[in-house]
């Protein structure tokens, strides 16, 4: 479980195919992760633009703090992690102790789809993004509701059928990747896990 509220960005350093889908190096921060103060085990949970993933391999005789992830071909398929390349930065953020503070909201890790940039108002004082998501992520949307963009808690600012308006506030642009995005972009979208549940009861048990 993770909050959206991005830790640090990282880099990716290598993407190696492997036979069930590929490695990926992950520059995380030196030994003492930095201002992170966190140091993953062997295991441990992180999430990749807001992606789930497991440690694979991590420790201190790695250069420069590199944690190696093994990604599958479904989640190449469902997100973005399969068009990573060397050199691209990633939000990071690792699972959240049961004792700390939820400043975001709660994230699975578990992306639902891929959006993509449509509009971007690069205003200093208002700077707004639009996303297109798949229309069967829509109806988990709600206004003032919460959304994770690749890794971000969010929330909705403006709702359109297919179409989801968010307002990006300073602290955001400077501590994750959402400022560096262009129109066209391609973003993974996890929809709040209690409209999920909400709207999957009502489906099946709703209507007698």
Known sequence: MFTGLIQHVGVVERVEQRAAGVRLSVRIGGVEMGS???????????????????????????????????????????????SLEAGARVNLEHALRADALLGGHFVQGHVDGVGEVVEIQRDPSDWRMTVRVPAELAKYATPKGSICISGV??????LDADRIGVALIPTTLSETTLGELSVGDRVNIEADVLAKMVVHHLERFGQR
């Open 153 to 158: 808690s969010l929330t909705i600012a403006r």
């Open 36 to 82: 992170w103060g966190y140091v993953p085990e062997l295991g441990a949970s992180i999430a990749v633009d807001g992606c789930c993933l497991t440690v694979s391999e991590f420790g201190a005789g790695m250069e420069g703090g590199v944690a190696l992830f093994d990604v599958v071909a479904e989640t190449l398929e469902k997100t973005t992690l399969g």
